[in-house]
């Protein structure tokens, strides 16, 4: 059975840091592409990075660049989302999402952004 369990979410000043995990299990997880959404309150879900099955390209929201870091560990079935400068619009729950010919998701981590 196919399970995404993500970690790593809390409660940071602006301008810190959280490096969020995603831990897969039950599908073969190198033939997967990986991306991190996140949804805050009464707002819609939106795609914040990516990351390719194969090269590792990356890709991300225009409002996370530069700040947000994607990245993979395929020997440990893991996608991270390095987060650094972070801001109180960067406050939501933050869901990772693995997808090929299925598409699997995580039950999500709050990330909040306040002083």
């Known amino acids: 059975q196919a399970q995404l369990v993500e970690s790593g979410g809390g409660l940071v000043q602006p301008g810190g840091s959280l490096r969020l995990s995603c831990a897969a299990s039950g599908f073969t997880f190198t033939n997967y592409a990986l991306r991190w959404y996140r949804q805050a309150p009464d707002k819609e879900r939106e795609l914040v990075a990516a990351?390719?099955?194969?090269?590792?390209?990356?890709n991300y929201a225009d409002s996370v660049k530069g700040r947000f870091t994607i990245s993979r560990d395929n020997a440990k079935n893991t996608v991270y989302l390095q987060m650094n400068s972070l801001k109180p619009e960067d406050t939501a729950v933050y869901y990772c999402?693995?997808?090929?010919?299925?598409?699997?998701w995580g039950q999500g981590t709050q990330v909040t952004v306040s002083s």
């Open positions: 990351i390719a099955s194969v090269g590792g390209s990356t």
């Open positions: 999402n693995a997808i090929w010919v299925a598409s699997y």
